[in-house]
Nanobody, 115 residues
Framework: QVQLVESGGGLVQPGGSLRLSCAAS????????MGWYRQAPGKGRELVAA???????NYEDSVKGRFRISGDNAKNTVYLQMSSLKPEDTAVYYC?????????WGQGTQVTVSS
């Protein structure tokens, strides 16, 4: 059984930074894509950033230049470094890993950007 555990969310002031982590445990192998999604109240879930095997990354337009995704395949862990945070970044952030056995989701971590 594969489990994804996220950490690093919280309350931060506008302009601040947070680093999210997501560690996968269990029988996971052949990771293809690791990503972060977010869902704000009353909105659908959207892709924030993703990193593919080989290191290719892509970002949602509003976070380009402010967020950086990285992965450590040896540790089955994906990170999201968020800087220059804005109130509109407030959402529940979910990690997602697409691997050989399947498509896996974390439980979500709340990020609130407010003064």
């Amino acid at each position: 059984q594969v489990q994804l555990v996220e950490s690093g969310g919280g309350l931060v002031q506008p302009g601040g930074s947070l680093r999210l982590s997501c560690a996968a445990s269990g029988n996971i192998f052949s990771i293809n894509v690791m990503g972060w999604y977010r869902q704000a109240p009353g909105k659908g879930r959207e892709l924030v950033a993703a990193i593919r095997s080989g290191g290719i990354t892509n970002y949602e337009d509003s976070v380009k230049g402010r967020f950086r995704i990285s992965g450590d395949n040896a540790k089955n862990t994906v990170y999201l470094q968020m800087s220059s945070l804005k109130p509109e970044d407030t959402a529940v952030y979910y990690c997602n890993i697409i691997a050989g056995p399947g498509n896996y989701w974390g439980q979500g971590t709340q990020v609130t950007v407010s003064s």
